[in-house]
Structure formats: structure tokens, C-alpha cells
């Protein structure tokens, strides 16, 4: 008898499974899209206010790092220890009121308050990506990580292309305030999808496959917010596996802060080229990391992902060196095709490694810990890549970031290269 896929509990298991993942990926785009569509519109409209000020344009960079920098730790304490809806739908609706806000600001370049409501809306992001972050592997099983990843990745790239693109068309076409009020808007959507996921996983029936507790009925824990975040650390402590893969991550870290701060100065004052042209490096980036992406989805696989994220990072610093050393813009544009071919590989292994490591109870925990250190690495890699601007030729900034990723390329390889997604000790 020939039995087929999708009847009884588990054919009712497996659609709640793809139901849920498919609000979730789609509350994903939305809010991403939102945030894509906002740092554009936000730096535009910055520049524009402050007639180009240096220091504007330095703070409005530091506003995306010193939150995660500062709030990461309570954010994962708060993803482990509270509802991850409430957290997720409370963080949307908050900013919402931060793009309403935004668009008040815009109509008089009340630019102030606005750099206010920015450090506030960076901030309630941080919140929503730890409690999102150690969501989803309830959402899926540890096999189909990758591959749910490779989603993710995949969405992250296509709303980086098409969110600047929708915010250039509406800031030309309108106004900056009505940009804003389009942004507030998209995390409305989001809201109101996530209210629907909570739903599908509260409908009566088997739950998703290792869905883990349900919001809201997680385990009462003892002691306050300091001890759960002194838990995360002893996490990280105690198990070398963890520790060898947020270590090795943190070289990439600074290598793509001083990428992303780096290239402009190499277009304008090392090649004598408009900065618009940096505008093409970025498409070629975008094109070639959602090729990249659609590749990871399909053919990535739980066994491998140590050796594809020790193979992605080769990968990133033979294209800092490529970029380091090119002669023209030509070959600083195949150095960026070569990171963005590597870059999407490395996010959706490393992300996956991480759900899959970490014990589903403390995965906000560790990942607030981690997105603090990450933060500040890249302020790190900004200060550094400024000096070096500064003081030298800009080009050296992508083979110093190499030179410093090496020990983590190093660790990679020997620690993880070797292995699958270990469970954590």
C-alpha cells in the first residue's frame, strides 16, 4: 500500500510547519524591507539636512552599532525570559511610531529629535532581532536549518536591493516624510503577520517538528535579568564548540566593518572616480550575493556547514587582498563579486551552526552576548579603517582586515571545518 506524504498528524504537522515558517519568513521581508527602505531614506535625508556635515554623517554610523553594543546583552535576556511574540509585535508597533515621528521631524529638518528617534528605533531593532533570531529553530527542525536559512539570506539581499530602490523612487518622486510614513507602514504588516503565526501555532494539533515550548510557556526561571545573562556567559564558557564559533566569527566581523566603510574612499580618492559610482559596486554586491544566496538554500547541508563556513570565509579575505591590491575598478569590482559569492555561504552556515549549537533555552542569551562583541568589534573596525584613511592610502584597509581575520580563518579551519552542527557540551 502506497502511503502518502501529508496524510494524519504528520501531514497536519508538516502544513502547521510550512504555515508557520511562511508568516514568519514573510513578517522577515516586511520588516527587513522596512529597514532597508529607512537607512536609505535616513541618510539622504541626514546629508541633505545637514548640508553634508561629517560629524552628522559619523553619528548617524554610530547610531547602527551602539545599540547592539550596549542593549544586545538585555535584549537576549529578554528573548529568553519573555513572550517572543509580544517582544517581536511590541518592537514593530514602536517603530512605527519612531517612522511617524521621522516623518514629523522631516517637515521642518527638525534633525535633533530625529537622530533621537533613530538611536530609539536601532534600539527596539536590537530586541526584535534576538527575540526573532532564537525563534526560528522552534519554527523548524535542525535539518531544514540550512535550508530556512538560505531563505532568510536569500529575502536579506533581494529587500537590500529593492528597499534603497523604492526609498530613492519615493524620496525623488515625494517627500522624505512621506518615505517615513511608508516605512511606519511596513511595520504594520509585520505586526499584524506575526499575530497571525502566533494563531497557526496555537491552533489546536501536533505542533511544528521541535517547536520547542510555545510563546508564553517557557520554563518560570529563578533569579532576575543579571542572572540569566550571567548564564548565557557560562553557555559560552563551558562549551569550547561555541566559543570556537563566535571566536572565528568576530575576525569577519571587523573585516566587514572596514569593507563597508573603506570603499567609498578607494572609489573617490584612490581611483579619482564620482562616489555615485560606488552605486554600481553595490548592485554588482547585490546581484552576485542573491546568486550566492539561492545557491546556499539549495545545496547547503547540515553536515557540511562547518567546512562551507571555513571555505566562505577563504573566500571573503582572498577578496579584501583582490580589492587591496586592485589597480582599477575593474578589478576592485571582481574583488567585491568574489566577497559577495563568499559572503552569502558564510552567513547562512554560520547562522545555521549557531541555532544548531546552542541550546534552544539559552540561544537569545548567547547571541545578545554575541551581537554586543560583534557591535563593538565594528566600531573597532570603523575607527581602525578611519585612521587608516587618514594617515595612509585607502586601499590598505582591505589587506590589514585580512591580515587580522587570519587568526579566526585559522581557528575555522582547524575547529569547524572538520564538523557539522556538534550539539553544544
Request: net charge neutral.
Amino acid at each position: 500500500m502506497t502511503v502518502h506524504a501529508g496524510t494524519g498528524a504528520e501531514g497536519l504537522r508538516d502544513r502547521r510547519t510550512h504555515a508557520a515558517f511562511g508568516l514568519f519568513y514573510t513578517s522577515f521581508v516586511v520588516s527587513a524591507l522596512g529597514d532597508a527602505f529607512r537607512l536609505l531614506a535616513v541618510n539622504v535625508w541626514i546629508f541633505n539636512a545637514t548640508s553634508g556635515s561629517t560629524g552628522a554623517r559619523l553619528l548617524v554610523v554610530l547610531l547602527a552599532n551602539l545599540p547592539g553594543m550596549l542593549l544586545g546583552g538585555l535584549s537576549g535576556v529578554v528573548a529568553d525570559r519573555y513572550d517572543k511574540y509580544d517582544v517581536l509585535i511590541a518592537s514593530d508597533l514602536v517603530r512605527t511610531g519612531v517612522g511617524l515621528g521621522l516623518a514629523w521631524c522631516a517637515l521642518d529638518s527638525r534633525t535633533v529629535p530625529a537622530l533621537v528617534l533613530i538611536a530609539v528605533g536601532n534600539g527596539v531593532g536590537v530586541f526584535f532581532n534576538s527575540s526573532s533570531f532564537s525563534l526560528l529553530p522552534r519554527l523548524v527542525s535542525k535539518e531544514r536549518l540550512p535550508r530556512a536559512n538560505g531563505f532568510m539570506e536569500t529575502g536579506q539581499w533581494v529587500v537590500q536591493i529593492v528597499g534603497p530602490a523604492l526609498a530613492a523612487i519615493t524620496l525623488a518622486t515625494g517627500s522624505a516624510s512621506l518615505a517615513f510614513v511608508l516605512d511606519s507602514a511596513s511595520f504594520i504588516v509585520s505586526a499584524v503577520i506575526l499575530r497571525c503565526l502566533r494563531g497557526v501555532l496555537r491552533a489546536p494539533g501536533p505542533p511544528p517538528v521541535d517547536a520547542g515550548p510555545a510563546a508564553g510557556e517557557e520554563d518560570e526561571r529563578g533569579g532576575g535579568h543579571w542572572a540569566d545573562f550571567t548564564d548565557g556567559v557560562r553557555i559560552i564558557r563551558r562549551s569550547k564548540d561555541i566559543r570556537a564559533l563566535l571566536l572565528a566569527s568576530y575576525g569577519i566581523a571587523f573585516l566587514t566593518a572596514c569593507t563597508s566603510y573603506g570603499l567609498i574612499f578607494v572609489v573617490a580618492r584612490t581611483f579619482a572616480l564620482h562616489a555615485s559610482a560606488l552605486g554600481y559596486l553595490y548592485s554588482l554586491n547585490g546581484a552576485v550575493a542573491v546568486i550566492a544566496a539561492v545557491l546556499a538554500t539549495a545545496l547547503a547541508k547540515q553536515a557540511f556547514l562547518g567546512r562551507l563556513m571555513a571555505l566562505s570565509m577563504l573566500g571573503l579575505c582572498v577578496a579584501q587582498v583582490v580589492m587591496g591590491l586592485a589597480p582599477n575598478i575593474y578589478v576592485l569590482g571582481v574583488g567585491v563579486a568574489v566577497s559577495a559569492l563568499a559572503n552569502a555561504p558564510y552567513n547562512v552556515s554560520v547562522t545555521s551552526l549557531y541555532m544548531s549549537r546552542i541550546p534552544a533555552a539559552y540561544l537569545g542569551r548567547v547571541e545578545g552576548i554575541d551581537t554586543m562583541i560583534d557591535n563593538f568589534i565594528s566600531v573597532c573596525g570603523f575607527t581602525a579603517a578611519s585612521v587608516i584613511v587618514l594617515w595612509w592610502n585607502p586601499q590598505a584597509i582591505f589587506l590589514i582586515s585580512a591580515a587580522v581575520a587570519l587568526p579566526s580563518l585559522l581557528l575555522a579551519f582547524t575547529r569547524l571545518a572538520g564538523e557539522g552542527a556538534a550539539g553544544a557540551e
